[in-house]
């Protein structure tokens, strides 16, 4: 072989070993989710409302979700390595002054707050900054009402009438006073555990009430639309769970902090 061509054949074995290190992580990332998480397939979201020449589905990308809240014993290492977020530090521009109250103190949960119960009493910038922390990020609202309109049995949860009675169920019932663990009822059919019958869950777009556009970049947002103890063109008048998250997240600031409003993490593919 002559030495041009031994360099061409260097080169071909060079690039074939690179190909295959980024197919193989490609099929890696997608096929092996990371620990504690489910891949959760590309599918369909039904905003409640939707504007007159609006689609009424809005197409929902593959996503890693956390199969469980985050859970305080989690946060609390969050807050050994991160300690601008303590409750005793914490600016009130970024919580205000119910953030982290059931805890004893600053890295103390205390027994108010079980180390493997949901974290609650967290702004929405805390629980960005946490995801941020693990290299993660908060579920869009398209993200999470797709993944939570799933039952233990079927990804159309609203065609499966035992589901539905037990999540109106819990819509309907006060909060705990002091939170149970994580992952004692049965997971969806995606493996994704307590998004409903817990606690309620920031996402990233809470602000936004309703997603109208892509699922991460809602530029056909009309901000006209009723408020979410409307009914006027809602897709379903009966599905009251549904209306109650809308006119929650249309009542959050950035900085609240609520007793039963914990958070969980996502992932891009």
Same mark, same amino acid.
């Given at each position: 072989?002559? #030495? *041009?061509?031994?360099?061409?054949?260097?080169?071909?074995?060079?690039?074939?070993?690179?190909?295959?290190?980024?197919?193989?992580? !490609? *099929?890696?990332?997608?096929?092996?989710?990371?620990?504690?998480?489910?891949?959760?397939?590309?599918? =369909?979201?039904?905003?409640?409302f939707t504007a007159a020449n609006d689609a009424k589905t809005v197409a929902v990308p593959g996503f890693y979700l956390d199969t469980l809240p985050v859970k305080?014993?989690?946060?609390?290492?969050?807050?050994?390595?991160?300690?601008?977020?303590?409750?005793?530090?914490?600016?009130?521009?970024?919580?205000?002054?119910?953030?982290?109250?059931?805890?004893?103190?600053?890295?103390?949960?205390?027994?108010?707050?079980?180390?493997?119960?949901? &974290?609650?009493?967290?702004?929405?910038?805390?629980?960005?900054?946490? /995801? *941020?922390?693990? =290299?993660?990020?908060?579920?869009?609202?398209? !993200?999470?009402?797709?993944?939570? #309109?799933?039952?233990?049995?079927?990804?159309?949860? !609203?065609?499966?009438?035992?589901?539905?009675?037990?999540?109106?169920?819990?819509?309907?019932?006060? /909060? =705990?006073?002091?939170?149970?663990?994580?992952?004692?009822?049965?997971p969806n059919c995606f493996g994704v555990f307590d998004l409903h019958g817990l606690v309620w869950e920031w996402v990233s777009d809470f602000n936004t009430a309703?997603?109208?556009?892509?699922?991460? &970049?809602?530029?056909?947002?009309?901000?006209?639309?009723?408020?979410?103890?409307?009914?006027?063109?809602?897709?379903?008048?009966?599905?009251?769970?549904?209306?109650?998250?809308?006119?929650?997240?249309?009542?959050?600031?950035?900085?609240?902090?609520?007793?039963?409003l914990g958070f969980r993490c996502a992932k891009d593919l």
């Amino acid at each position: 072989m002559n #030495a *041009t061509k031994k360099i061409h054949a260097l080169l071909l074995v060079a690039f074939c070993g690179c190909l295959s290190v980024s197919i193989s992580t !490609e *099929t890696n990332r997608t096929a092996s989710p990371p620990k504690g998480m489910v891949l959760i397939p590309t599918g =369909q979201y039904k905003p409640l409302f939707t504007a007159a020449n609006d689609a009424k589905t809005v197409a929902v990308p593959g996503f890693y979700l956390d199969t469980l809240p985050v859970k305080n014993g989690e946060f609390l290492e969050f807050l050994r390595v991160n300690p601008k977020w303590r409750r005793s530090k914490v600016k009130p521009l970024f919580a205000d002054s119910d953030y982290l109250k059931n805890w004893a103190g600053d890295l103390d949960p205390g027994p108010q707050a079980l180390s493997d119960a949901p &974290v609650t009493h967290v702004s929405w910038f805390a629980a960005k900054a946490y /995801a *941020t922390w693990k =290299q993660k990020r908060l579920p869009a609202t398209a !993200e999470w009402e797709y993944a939570a #309109a799933a039952s233990p049995s079927r990804p159309d949860g !609203e065609n499966d009438p035992a589901f539905l009675a037990t999540v109106r169920a819990w819509y309907t019932s006060p /909060a =705990q006073a002091t939170l149970p663990s994580v992952g004692r009822g049965r997971p969806n059919c995606f493996g994704v555990f307590d998004l409903h019958g817990l606690v309620w869950e920031w996402v990233s777009d809470f602000n936004t009430a309703m997603v109208t556009g892509d699922a991460r &970049v809602d530029s056909g947002l009309d901000r006209q639309l009723f408020c979410g103890s409307g009914s006027n063109d809602a897709r379903d008048r009966s599905d009251f769970p549904t209306f109650m998250r809308y006119g929650f997240r249309s009542s959050l600031k950035a900085s609240y902090t609520v007793h039963n409003l914990g958070f969980r993490c996502a992932k891009d593919l």
